[in-house]
């Protein structure tokens, strides 16, 4: 009997103009981080995000890293970041020196409360850093209430939510800057790159001299400060101007996918939790994520090993930062949430390229499974 083929729970669609943007990459030899694709991809995205800068990065690591650094982070700064995220997120502030502080979620976004923002402020909290997670924006006008009240900057990690909306605005244009990944499994993908978007005039060409080593972009090798080198090639910005061509198309048949499963996962009860999409703006849904209803068997890991051996990838959600080594020392006794969706919830295949066949398997295999 031949098995049918694997389910990934990402996959990149190239299906635009990446080839041909790249050939012209190799046939140019413009290869490097100069060449005409990385300013013609920070210019739409820029104008995709509505933002006057956007500004191209190795990754969103990095990204992240330069916004933070930018906005001056150093050590014995604290910056409140979610425990519920990718370890990312509370790395760039550990790269600068400063500490994360970590703050709960609510249950059903997965997004930071901002009820207990407040609470965590101290006379050294530099910034906010909401998290988008798994592609919804965050309720970012509490957020940005308290930042304004305590005169805070606001960085969004934006890596799982190009294309997101909060209100009329886009992801990216909420904060005093946010931050995008485009890591191989993201909305788009460079193969690894990242972006910063801000409005700030100043702040962006800081980021710009940061990037590049410190050299002063009027005065060539002449450096006034430590820098990094985090630029982007022009080969990565070609393919992510390709991808970002045919974004809304992607978006589209993503928000497909989101149909067949919110209408065909009711037929399994309440052994599954649907994801709760607030009626702020567009979840352009990164990952479809679910939680288990309570009183089954199983455990969720159980679920993920018998989703395998039926050929469906699928994945945990994020374990809390305070759960993991490197962060223990930061777990508060208000993280309870987090906690139970680090525990409970389950990342579904979710990608432009899965066919209403391949969303019915992965309901009959969460059918068997889930007892
Ligand atoms: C992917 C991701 C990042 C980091 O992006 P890379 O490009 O992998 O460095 C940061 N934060 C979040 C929430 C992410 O999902």
Known sequence: MTRPPRISVAAPSLDGNERDYVL???????????????????????????????IACNNGTTALHLALVALGVGPGDEVIVPSLTYIASANAVTYCG?????IDNDPRTFNLDPAKLEALIT?????????HLYGQVCDMDPILDVARKHGLKVVEDAAEAVGATYKGKMSG???????????????ITTG?????????????????LLRGQGMDLNRRYWFPVVGFNYRMTNIQAAIG?????????HLAARQQVVAWYDEKLSRLGNRVIKPHVED?????????TVRLGEGLAISRDQVIKDLDGLGIESRPVFYPMHV???????????LANAEVCGADGLNLPTHAGLSEADIDRVIAALDQVLV
């Open 24 to 54: 012209e990459c190799l046939d140019s030899t413009w290869i490097s981080s100069v060449g005409r694709f990385i300013t013609d991809f920070e210019k739409a995205f820029a104008d995709y995000c509505g933002v006057k800068h956007a």
């Open 98 to 102: 400063a500490t994360p502080v970590l």
């Open 123 to 131: 006379p050294r909290t530099k910034a906010i850093m909401p998290v």
């Open 173 to 187: 244009a909420l904060g005093t800057c946010a931050t995008f990944s485009f890591f191989g499994n993201k909305i």
């Open 192 to 208: 690894e790159g990242g972006m910063i978007t801000t409005d700030d005039d100043e702040l962006a060409a800081q980021m710009r």
């Open 241 to 249: 101007l390709a991808q970002l061509e045919r974004v809304d198309e």
């Open 280 to 288: 702020t703006g567009r979840h352009v849904f990164w990952m479809y």
């Open 324 to 334: 993991m080594p490197p962060y223990a020392h930061l777990a508060t006794g208000d």
